[in-house]
């Protein structure tokens, strides 16, 4: 059984650097293929795809915010970290964490978010 | 900046068929572009229904079904339920970077 479970602030500061961890189980980031993404959502909007990091450690980054943004890995630990520097209120969203089994199959499986909010 | 675009808001009856696209700014979605789709409730984390154009994971309702049609990515509901009023985002691949389209509101009436 795959889960994903998110864990960070809910409250950051403008100019803050947000971390957040992405903890799972059920499948491990050293099988080929597999990847772990992050994608966020403000209230009321779409879905938008940051970043993924592979079972080999490739890393995949948004075009847009790939400048404030880091992933990385601790597959010991079953985590998946994400940050995002120079944080803005046009941040303020749920973040989700979420597991590809393959380049085919994006995120079939999803973490429950969690609500970050960026106000000083 | 890549923009993949979907019908902001489509009704159906119960029962009805409905066909929601997706469309990318770079040209025609082809397989290689890997559409995904994607559900959400209000309130609930998304569901991935349909992966690569028309894969099925083992919990999609066989209902919804993915294809491509006239250069873009396309998600078909048979038989409408009440249950699947939501909203439905693609997701294309554009090597290695991946592109959420805006969603479509789905409303069952």
Known sequence: QITLKESGPTLVKPTQTLTLTCTFSGFSLNTRGVGVGWIRQPPGKALEWLALIYWDDDKRYSPSLKNRLTITRDTSKNQVVLTMTNMDPVDTATYYCAHSDSVEAT?????????????? | QTVVTQEPSLTVSPGGTVTLTCASSTGAVTSGSFPNWFQQKPGQAPRALIYSTNNKHAWTPARFSGSLLGGKAALTLSGVQPEDEAEYYCLLYYGGVRVFGGGTKLTVL
């Open chain 1, 107 to 120: 995120a079939a499986y999803w973490g429950q978010g969690t609500l970050v909010t960026v106000s000083s």
